[in-house]
């Protein structure tokens, strides 16, 4: 649980909230603290001093168990304001295009939250608390990440598309039959607008890395000390990815390397790239189990209460499983199911979770040709009858739905990178504090 909520709390410190405030002066006079400063400015909005300082706590304590992979403080301070920056443009930009995350979104992600922790939102509360945690924070940090995501599907919505022609092509493809790696990466970035000084540091800032790398350091930790993409604070890691998923001269690379290898500084459009390949593995047949099912379903309507239709149900299956008399005329006469009911209740061959989650627990428990009990769903009362089941080869249909996806994210991934780009390219941002300042950042006229 503490390691969860560490995780947790640091992706959600970088999301803080959209408009800080400064003290008031009264009560700034009676508090024990220090007045707090602001170290940058973007746009029309402040990062406070407390902020970075909390953010940068929050990486601390995910990497408690191996701080040596953590960068110098300065550093890590760099690199925390500037997801801060990013991350506030960001809301920004959601707030300007109307962007609205309401109450119920975050309860639902609170849930979401909790329930994938085995928790009830009134444990994750507690948990959240008890690891000196504000909740009303927590929340407003989950409503962050909701915006920026939505803004994310908005950029990519109105950029992106996948052609038929472009998948056929993918399919076709050695590095598309090549199957999966296991991917590390460095990135260091090139400003946008850069000058030939500006790429050779960049470019010099990379083969410091490489040289880091090769004299020993893991590459984990010198993801974390060099690189400036968004995953760096995570080591670097990728995780699984096909070959055409990558630019064609990094595949063209990585087709080159084994497991453990690790390459040169590879420009790239946005910078120089160096990629550590962790693992490999090939693309396999892809079978799943169907299953063949037919249902009738009474729902509840004005004329039906809830009782009479779980008594109607129960009345039915009675009339099936003690009187044998035929499932497919009772679901012609009785079903109110729309896509079934004239066909005998029949619901064809499909995967088990096609229907829901209740059917699929149905499907489970039952043999072939073994009529349910009636259970309960949104959709009214049903009965279920499993005819049979079959493993079926989804090889080339599973293979299309990733070729889809794989190039959806590639051109995604493209499009967000440069949409971030023109946004702090675009954006007023100044960093008041000068030891906070990356390489390449201009102060404001009259900052120190």
């Known amino acids: 649980m503490k390691q969860f909520l560490a995780s947790l ?7 803080l ?22 170290v940058a400015v973007a746009n029309d909005d402040v990062i406070l001093q407390s902020e970075l300082n909390d953010a940068v706590r929050s990486v601390q304590q995910q990497y408690a168990s191996h701080p040596d992979q953590l960068p110098p403080m300065n550093v890590l301070q760099k690199q ?7 991350m506030r443009l960001q809301i920004q930009k959601a707030q300007d295009q109307g962007v609205h995350v309401s109450d119920a979104d975050i309860d639902q992600a609170v849930a979401g939250v909790a329930q994938q922790n085995k928790l009830t939102p009134e444990q994750l509360r507690a948990a959240v ?3 000196g945690g504000d909740f009303a924070q927590f929340r407003q940090q989950l409503g962050d990440q909701i ?3 939505r803004l994310h599907d908005s950029v990519v919505r109105d950029s992106v598309s996948v052609t038929d022609s472009e998948i056929d092509n993918l399919l076709s493809s050695p590095t598309y039959k090549a199957g999966e ?3 590390a990466h460095i990135q260091v970035s090139i400003p946008s607008g850069a000058d030939a000084a500006a790429i050779q540091a960049s470019q010099a800032k990379a083969e410091q890395a490489l040289a880091a790398i090769k004299g020993g350091m893991d590459f984990n930790a010198a993801a974390i000390r060099y690189s400036d993409a968004a995953d760096a604070l995570d080591g670097g890691d990728l995780g699984w990815r096909r070959l055409d998923e990558m630019p064609p001269a990094f595949a063209d690379t990585i087709e080159t390397m084994k497991p453990g290898d690790v390459s040169a500084a590879l420009r790239g459009p946005t910078g120089f790239h160096i990629l550590k390949l962790i693992g490999q593995r090939q693309p396999s047949r892809q079978m799943v189990t169907e299953f063949h099912a037919r249902q009738i379903v009474i729902s509840p309507s004005e004329l039906v209460t809830p009782a009479q239709a779980q008594q109607k149900a129960q009345d039915l299956y009675n009339r099936i499983v003690n009187k044998h008399e035929d499932f497919a005329t009772l679901a012609k006469e009785e079903s109110k199911d729309p896509t079934t009911a004239n066909a005998g209740g029949d619901m064809g061959w499909f995967q088990q979770s096609q229907w829901g989650t209740i059917i699929a627990n149905k499907l489970a428990e039952l ?11 949104q959709a009214g009362w049903h009965i279920l009858q499993r005819l049979g089941s079959r493993q079926s080869d989804q090889t080339d249909e ?3 739905d990733q070729a889809r996806q794989s190039i959806g994210n590639r051109k995604a991934e493209q499009a967000y990178d440069d949409f971030l780009r023109d946004l702090r390219s675009n954006a007023y941002v100044n960093i008041l504090v000068p030891e906070l300042r990356a390489a390449g950042d201009q102060p404001a006229a009259g900052s120190p």
């Not at 925390?80 to 990013?86: E, G, K, N, T």
């Open 398 to 400: 599973i293979a299309r």
């Open 9 to 15: 709390l640091l992706a959600l410190a970088i999301m």
């Open 181 to 183: 790696v296991h991917l």
């Open 367 to 377: 043999k072939d040709n073994e009529v349910s009990q009636p259970f309960q769903t």
């Open 17 to 38: 909230p959209a408009h800080a405030q400064l003290m008031a002066p009264a009560a700034a006079a009676s508090a024990s603290q220090p007045l707090d400063r602001i």
């Open 129 to 131: 608390e008890r690891n």
């Open 80 to 86: 925390v304001l500037d997801r801060l920056i990013l």
């Open 147 to 149: 915006t920026v995501q």
